[in-house]
């Protein structure tokens, strides 16, 4: 096999290098508003707005001009985002930049069946994935992310399931970086599930550490690659009290001791379902405890890619404002994207102290993210109350 790192020139590995540390700037995490048109559309539906082009337009620049950049490295976008303008005609690429924020991209085409009748998934869309970077990196992307989505349960995930989905992610990773684009691996552990802490960390390192090894056999530049996993936490069933935040933290730092090579740019942690709370004060944690294990200095950048728990306080204040016909609505709401923003950019440094922003309670899970095994007819769920 034809290693990426042997065969890319020195000079457009040190951009990717480059856009892969301005991503990983201390104190900085991504905002994950790459939800595809259906699944931002529950989500508008259930707070009885139209699932429009110009209503999801007009939501996402909420977070697309807040202040947030002191935060925000990086936003991840839905194909339709980036080629969107705010109101008064600017793109949103150009309003991105001009607050020193790079656009990214969300490059896979959602999930399918690992095999026919299976329960675990694959990720569809590399057949076109070199064109469609090629065209999003000539439309001002700089990064992309890829998801995966790993169930944990009776005999999952299996070992067809790690690999099948590892050797994709290294796939696209090479894809990417030969297209330009820094590749975000998110190999997502889902929530759902009765399983405990223990088994979810076995399946983390089994699934991290596949990863990492297709990874390294493609010659993928791991010092332009951001990792997106879930923290170690149990299934949002498991019977019994929830962990403690230090022994997330602890669970969570031992997978990534054992499983990534301190050369991989930065671990970029998904929200999985938690509520916003719960993932900045973990995020808090982790990092707090890597600092003290290392004097200071943690082995990578341990920061955040969150989308419903940096998201679901704004659009609960953005929908209650419509409704009341407040004349600050919007103001309202990027007062408090700011400030949740604020909030993990506190947490990836280990800092965050005092009452957390959230304006909800209860955790973020959701049924309609990507292929059930179910069927499309299986009512959607989402908890945010």
């Known amino acids: 096999m034809e290693r990426l790192c042997d065969t890319l020139p020195a000079d457009r590995q040190e951009?990717?290098?480059a856009t892969a540390k301005q991503l990983t700037h201390e104190g900085k995490g991504l905002l994950a508003a790459d939800e595809s048109t259906g699944t931002i559309g529950k989500r508008l539906e259930k707070s009885k707005l139209e699932n429009t082009e110009e209503i999801r337009r007009d939501y996402r620049e909420l977070f697309l001009t807040?202040?947030?950049c002191r935060s925000v490295s990086g936003v991840i976008l839905y194909k339709e985002t980036l080629a969107q303008s705010t109101a008064e005609g600017t793109p949103f690429v150009d309003a991105l930049l001009a607050n020193d924020?790079?656009?990214?991209?969300k490059v896979d085409e959602g999930l399918t069946p690992l095999s026919e009748g299976s329960q675990e998934t694959q990720t569809k869309g590399l057949e076109n994935?070199?064109?469609?970077?090629?065209?999003?990196?000539?439309?001002g992307a700089r990064f992309a992310k890829w998801r995966a989505a790993l169930k944990i349960g009776q005999g999952m995930p299996s070992a067809k399931a790690i690999e099948v989905n590892s050797e994709q992610l290294a796939e696209y990773a090479a894809?990417?970086?030969?297209?330009?684009?820094?590749?975000?691996?998110?190999?997502?552990?889902?929530?759902?599930g009765t399983h405990d802490i223990l088994t979810t960390k076995r399946a983390a390192e089994r699934t991290m550490q596949s990863c990492m090894a297709a990874l390294w056999r493609r010659g993928v530049i791991l010092e332009a690659v951001l990792l997106k996993p879930q923290m170690v936490v149990p299934g949002s069933s498991a019977p019994g009290p929830p962990p403690s935040t230090q022994d997330i933290a602890h669970h969570t730092l031992d997978?990534?001791?054992?499983?990534?090579?301190?050369a991989v740019a930065g671990i970029m942690f998904l929200s999985g379902g938690q509520s916003e709370r719960e993932a900045?004060?973990?995020?808090?944690?982790?990092?707090?405890?890597?600092?003290?294990?290392?004097?200071?200095?943690?082995?990578?950048?341990?920061?955040?890619?969150f989308g419903r728990a940096m998201q679901a306080s704004v659009l609960q204040l953005w929908?209650?404002?419509?409704?009341?016909?407040?004349?600050?609505?919007r103001a309202r709401a990027q007062a408090m994207a700011a400030r949740l923003a604020s909030a993990n950019g506190a947490a990836a440094q280990g800092t965050f102290t005092g009452a957390h922003p959230s304006v909800t309670s209860g955790r973020l899970e959701e049924s309609f993210r990507g292929w059930s095994a179910q069927g499309p007819t299986t009512p959607p769920k989402i908890e945010v109350t």
């Not at 994935?129 to 439309?139: F, T």
């Not at 707090?288 to 943690?298: E, L, S």
Request: proline content about 7%; some cysteine.
């Open 15 to 17: 951009v990717l290098v």
């Open 129 to 139: 994935l070199e064109v469609n970077c090629e065209q999003y990196y000539g439309q």
């Open 175 to 192: 894809i990417a970086q030969r297209c330009g684009l820094v590749p975000i691996v998110e190999p997502e552990l889902l929530i759902d």
């Open 101 to 105: 924020i790079l656009p990214g991209i």
């Open 319 to 329: 929908v209650e404002d419509r409704g009341r016909r407040i004349a600050d609505v």
């Open 280 to 305: 900045t004060e973990n995020l808090n944690a982790i990092n707090q405890m890597a600092r003290h294990a290392t004097g200071g200095k943690p082995c990578w950048h341990l920061s955040f890619s």
């Open 255 to 262: 997978v990534l001791y054992r499983s990534v090579p301190p």
């Open 66 to 68: 807040a202040d947030i």
